[in-house]
């Protein structure tokens, strides 16, 4: 048996790491991944080269929820992937979210078991790259940004919503600079101190002004992750919509309309990296 599963990346309206509430939309770039079954073991192969940790542990967990013997039977799952790595655009989401998701169709068919709900995927796959260390919150936005798509705002300590919706059809430009960040890596006593402005900024996006909310959060972060909030300024005098860091960086985005997007995009260029035109994924994560 053969299934394959995309996962789309999000980016981040507020970030959760100061407050425990946030808020991010889906994007469309996606990783997929394409589950076979053998007769035995769990192999996991990525097209970047990063280790396997969390695809291993996506797999145990749906087979531990299933109560499969990994002697008794086997999958192998490969993945490949528009979202850079480490670039707090969600790409451990969506990696854990798709390998949960099709483990998940491909076990419940063979066996013919009730597949798992979104919100087991979803759950299964925080506790994965939270047991992984990817990840310092459980990611709950990024999480269910990635797999329904749209905009989520959300209390991550408990995994529930305050907003789920469809998010405007925007075009998205990405600026990825020449260097990585590791979300499991940031320092974030140095994140909550600037709680109380991020309390704002999360004021703004739990009453919808998403576009206000990624503006304020995308500073806020900045300083305390000495990222340049150059970027982002340059985009808004360019004309963008909004514009500001996503997660723990190191991607800034921008979200902008015909009048601004080659403004902002030639501006960028200037920066060393690159810059991917994208847009709003209001689709989520799905079997292909």
Known sequence: MKKQVRSP?????INAIATGFGSAFGIGLDIKCEAKTIPNSIKCFNDVGA???LMDLCVKKVFNHYNID???F???LKTKSELPMASGLSSSSASSN?????????????????PLTDLEVINLAIDASLEAGVTITGSFDDATASYFGGVVVTDNKNRKFIIKEKMQDYDILIYMPDYHSQSGESDVGRMKVLAPLVETAYDFASNKNYLKAINLNGLIYSAALDFNSSIAIDALSAGALASGLSGTGSAFFAIVNDESID???????????NVIKTQVDNEGCCLL
């Open 98 to 114: 798709a390998i949960v998701k099709v483990t998940s169709e491909i076990v419940s068919e063979e066996f013919n078991l009730t």
């Open 9 to 13: 990346g999000s980016a981040t309206i």
């Open 51 to 53: 280790d396997t940790k």
């Open 74 to 76: 086997g999958i192998t």
């Open 263 to 273: 403004k902002v995009h030639d501006l960028w260029m200037k920066y060393e990296g």
């Open 70 to 72: 990994s002697d008794e």
